[in-house]
């Protein structure tokens, strides 16, 4: 994986913990309505909504446990401290352990991240589908090795795959999948990422709860998950 921010949430549980979206150099905004809270990050045109029952999650102790502990560069500390993220939680008793594990309530993580020079240029389309997971491709055979020789259940099914190029600013992809990893339950996910066209910022989307609780609000996670929108910067 090309992103060293996700090396490190990958360290510290390999399922999400990881998203955020500059909050120091672009306004962001969130109003409420009757039905849906309404949040935007205008400095990079990018828009999401979620119901207005569900919780946003602390975004200190979000942003916290992102923070590189030890950056190696000056390049590396201006990308940690430019990091912007919103997490929402369906949940009645929102916490931040719902982001790491497969749970009966949604989650929506939501982050633009900046890219260095190194990472940028080097980001496939695979790279965005194996942002959390290890869904496609060398990396997916990898995976299902080394949980085969550790005796572990590991499973991945695609369900929809799709390339994305909503505007000439941005392009990326939209991947919904299910992942079953140990004694742990059945999860869906439905993650979206865009890189800019200038590959100096990611931007990712992702909505997840167990296969059951997906299955059960399938209309209103994907109109959720379809309501991310990056204009990107012109």
């Given at each position: ?19 955020a ?107 965005l589908?194996?942002?959390?997971d ?34 000439p ?66």
């Amino acid at each position: 994986m090309a992103v060293n921010a996700v090396r490190q949430v990958r360290a510290r549980s390999r399922l999400s913990l990881i998203l955020a979206a500059l909050a120091g150099l672009a306004l962001s905004t969130a109003c409420g309505s009757s039905d849906y809270t309404y949040v935007s990050n205008e400095g990079e045109n990018t828009y999401f909504k979620v119901p207005a029952t569900w919780n946003e999650l602390d975004n200190r102790a979000l942003r916290s446990v992102f923070a590189d502990d030890s950056p190696d560069s000056m390049e590396r500390m201006a990308i940690d401290s430019h990091r912007w993220v919103r997490a929402f939680d369906a949940s009645r008793a929102p916490s931040l352990e719902h982001l790491a594990v497969p749970v009966a309530e949604p989650t929506v993580l939501a982050m633009i991240q900046a890219l260095s020079e190194d990472e940028g240029p080097n980001l496939s389309l695979d790279d965005l589908r194996n942002l959390f997971d290890s869904v496609v491709g060398t990396e997916h055979e990898q995976a299902v090795e080394f949980y085969k020789q550790q005796k572990t259940e590991f499973k991945i099914e695609v369900i929809a795959d799709t390339v994305l190029s909503p505007t000439p600013n941005v392009h990326g992809i939209r991947i919904l999948y299910n992942i079953k990893q140990g004694e742990r339950p059945l999860e869906t996910r439905d993650l979206t990422v865009f890189v800019s066209a200038d590959q100096t910022k990611l931007y990712v989307f992702l909505v997840r709860c167990t296969a059951v609780c997906f299955l059960q609000n399938a209309d209103q996670l994907a109109e959720i998950a379809g309501s991310f929108t990056v204009v990107g910067r012109n």
